[in-house]
């Protein structure tokens, strides 16, 4: 009988430890743009470089980067090329991924370089067009990916 209930007992405090390590959640804050939202850690740091957004963590291995550009006028099909000019990145444009939620068009690409990984989203409604962009030391990837996309896919235009 007493061992019966210890191992309730163990069994018990092993499932309230686990329940609070996975049930605990990073507090979020949110970040009000002109049009747009986004949610980052609480810890995190922002800074705001001439209208270019950076959220990124204290250790500051990566972070996400976020500007928008209004009235522009280069061709939906074009935004492809666009994005990857703007990085100077030697790829076909064709790998750029192209997603369409009724009027707001999302691209996406990934790439290695020099040791950064670098995830690009970027949005086109109309003549707005957002760019989010994450890079984080490679060797930080792993570990840090899930939180990274967890913040860029809280975008949201209003």
Known sequence: MQNGKLIFKLILLFSLTILQVFGQQTKMRIYKGDKYTLEYPVEWQTTNENGILNFFPIENFGALTLS???DIDFP???TKQVILDMYEIKDKPE???ML????IYEFTYQHVDKDVKWVTKAFR???DFYLLTVNC????WDTNKDM??????TFKIN
């Open 68 to 70: 928008k550009h209004s």
């Open 148 to 153: 990274f996309f967890k913040v860029i896919n």
């Open 95 to 97: 790998n750029v991924k």
């Open 137 to 140: 030391e490679l060797s930080k």
């Open 100 to 103: 369409r939620k009724g009027d």
């Open 125 to 127: 409604n109309k003549t």
């Open 76 to 78: 939906l099909e074009n």
